[in-house]
């Protein structure tokens, strides 16, 4: 058996993977709160890339290169997703919080379907060369065959990233909040924490990992177009009812378990049927284990 | 204090609360007894803005304060302790004591009030790292009552405090109630569906019946009251 190339499928499906987790994050946090699967949120990430793309071309052109273009890019990416997320819980999820469960599903669909379009009009319904903007680290020249220089930024951001979030959401006064409102949404109120703003923050929250996600993927395979949104949107879902929905440590697994499993099927079987690979695994866990890999089974009280 | 001046309040288009008034007065514990479904955790629940009445209106120290959010209304210093204990199940027994101080930013003080608890409750202390959902009901009861008492309340509103418990922790859990009483000055509303105890520490109660209030008297003489022992007291 070739172990070089069994790791370096790994190390590939470990990056592709963080990346899943980054968005998967935003799903699981939503759903923790108020129980609804927020479908627009692939499309928040597909906007960060765009801004990124933008302000990553103005930069380009006035003679900025690599990290610091890179660096910039994703906090205007950052703020502009973040207002994004915002604004569509204000708009398209507020107004339908005492609906009955269906209704801001439905409204997720419409507003994941209307920002795609929107793009598509505002922009090109085309794909976009993204540039390139990790330079070449002379260091990781040795191991590049298992780690480029972009996968080590992205597994660099996605695990700061991801350690920020865990530190904010244990011993912040927000964090707490959050816990708070997911654990039991009336005593929270009952204590005083403005479930509102908490509800708002979640899904500012959740865009800006989207947007980080949305720059690191883009500079890595270097061209977007508005639908990548839904594919990516897609998987970051299944990798976060992979590790149990609403489940924060479970939406980092279930992203890793499902890229590794996406990589050594492409790289074993045949690349043709990567998206195959990722959804039987989902079919196959929610048979074996309907609440996910960390989910608990909820227990229904009569 | 607390005036409650004939409020309606709806799930719906069913009419949960008929015109309730009821008052409470600085210092006092009142109690609110009546059966199961009779519209007592509704109010309860009216009077912290969770469910806000479509009619009539609720006075606080004199101000309105039924069109409130119920955040604002734990500001002006009511806290509920709402029926089953609601304890954060996943957060540790000290965390879920922060969150009942989560609206002070008096770090010391909190602190100093977190010993208080743990000096008057000694189980809570050596539980103090485990889930909050864990513990057992006398425990979490205990638990809620401190972590409402963590926002220095002046109004304590509690709901079946001794609902699922054993005789001897109910016994337990009314002296506290009476001890906050005395002790802190904390004037209490308390619903209960264990009638007998509630108007023994009680200094007025009100009985309701189908979502409207039907009796109201000092305590003493409900207990006495021939109506009252044969419906709720099984006498």
């Known amino acids: 058996m070739d172990f070089q190339y069994l790791f370096e499928l790994l190390c590939g499906g470990i990056v592709k993977g963080s990346i899943y987790a980054l968005i998967a994050l935003g799903y699981t946090m939503v759903y923790g709160i108020i129980q609804l699967i927020n479908f627009a949120h692939g499309e928040v990430y597909m906007i960060g890339a765009f801004v990124a793309f933008i302000v990553a071309g103005v930069m380009t ?177 299944t990798a976060a009812v992979l590790g149990g929905i609403g489940n924060v440590p479970g939406a980092v697994l279930g992203g890793l378990v499902l890229g590794i499993a996406e990589t050594l099927g492409a790289g074993y079987i045949s690349s043709a049927y990567e998206d195959v690979f990722a959804f039987a695994l989902l079919v196959l866990i929610l048979i074996l284990r309907p609440a996910g890999l960390l989910g608990k089974a909820v227990k229904q009280k009569v | ?67 409130l959010s119920a955040e604002k209304i734990v500001t002006l210093g009511i806290c509920q302790v709402p029926e089953g204990r609601h304890i954060f199940p996943q957060m540790s027994v000290l965390e879920n004591l922060e969150m009942g101080a989560y609206l002070r930013h008096d770090k010391a003080a909190i602190k100093s009030d977190i010993d208080e608890v743990f000096g008057r409750f000694p189980i809570l202390e050596k539980r103090r790292q485990q889930a909050g959902g864990t513990l057992s009901g006398g425990e979490q009861q205990m638990l809620a009552i401190s972590r409402a008492l963590l926002a220095r309340p002046a109004l304590l509103l509690l709901d079946e405090p001794s609902l699922g418990l054993a005789p001897l922790i109910i016994k337990q859990i009314f002296e506290i109630i009476k001890k906050i009483n005395d002790e802190s000055n904390t004037t209490v509303f308390l619903v209960e569906q264990n009638a007998n105890q509630a108007l023994k520490i009680a200094d007025r109660g009100y009985v309701m019946e189908n979502g409207a209030i039907t009796l109201e008297d000092r305590a003493e003489n409900l207990l006495a009251n021939d109506q009252v022992k044969k419906a709720y007291l099984g006498i």
Do not use: W
């Open chain 1, 61 to 237: 052109l006035s003679g900025y290169s690599g990290l610091t273009v890179l660096l910039l890019a994703a906090v205007v990416a950052v703020i502009y997703s973040a207002a994004y997320g915002y604004t569509l819980e204000k708009i398209a999820y507020r107004p339908l919080r005492n609906a009955p469960r269906l209704s801001p599903l439905i409204s997720a669909i419409g507003a994941s379907i209307f920002l795609m379009n929107y793009v598509q009009l505002a922009q090109t319904p085309d794909f976009l060369p993204f540039p390139e903007l990790v330079p070449e680290f002379e260091f990781m020249a040795p191991i590049e065959r298992y780690l480029s220089s972009a996968d080590l930024v992205i597994l660099i951001v996605t695990t700061l990233t991801m350690a920020a979030l865990t530190v904010l959401i244990k011993y912040t006064r927000i964090g707490k909040a959050m816990r708070a409102t997911q654990q039991d949404l009336v005593m929270a109120r009952l204590v005083g924490i403005n479930v509102d703003r908490v509800i708002s923050a979640t899904f500012i929250i959740g865009s800006v990992l989207a947007a980080i996600a949305g720059v690191l993927i883009a500079s890595r395979t270097g061209q977007i177009n508005a639908a990548i949104g839904f594919v990516a949107g897609i998987k970051a879902f």
């Open chain 2, 1 to 67: 204090m607390l005036e409650v001046r004939h409020i309606e309040t709806f799930y719906g288009n069913i009419r949960a609360l008929k015109n309730v008034s009821l008052s409470i007065n600085e210092g006092e514990i009142v109690t609110l007894i009546g059966a199961n479904g009779a519209g007592k955790s509704t109010t309860l629940m009216s009077i912290c803005g969770v469910t806000p009445p479509r009619h009539g209106e609720i006075l606080f120290r004199g101000e309105p304060i039924q069109a």
